[in-house]
């Protein structure tokens, strides 16, 4: 199983991102996916989850900014980042669940310049 996230880089505040994983090795189409985030001595944290039928949710603070979308067929899930500031400055990974299995991506860096 791996997941490939890219699309990450810099760019300046209230500018736009958007991010992609894409999975192999698993059946994508019954997986939930989601997109989380890390800054250096801070937990990682959920930002955004599709699951399988397509239901989406968002924490807080990235509700009205940020899109998660899925094309099924082509194994891959969407992060779309607008308005983007600098608190959301971090290394962006996505996780694929299936059944009891986790699976992590590598992570891609965001940085957003104020």
């Known amino acids: 199983v791996q997941l490939q996230a890219s699309g990450g880089g810099l760019v300046q505040a209230r500018g736009s991102l958007r991010l992609s994983c894409v999975a192999s090795?698993?059946?994508?189409?019954?997986?939930?996916m989601d997109w989380y985030r890390q800054v250096p001595g801070k937990q990682r944290e959920l930002v955004a989850t599709?699951?399988?039928?397509?239901?989406?949710g968002y924490v807080d603070f990235v509700k009205g900014r940020f899109t998660i979308s899925r094309d099924n067929a082509k194994n891959t899930v969407y992060l779309q980042m607008n308005s983007l500031e600098a608190e959301d400055t971090a290394v962006y990974y996505c996780?694929?669940?299936?059944?009891?299995?986790?699976?992590w991506g590598q992570g891609t860096q965001v940085t957003v310049s104020s």
């Open positions: 090795g698993i059946i994508f189409s019954r997986a939930t």
């Open positions: 996780k694929g669940s299936a059944g009891v299995y986790t699976y």
């Open positions: 599709i699951t399988s039928g397509g239901s989406t």
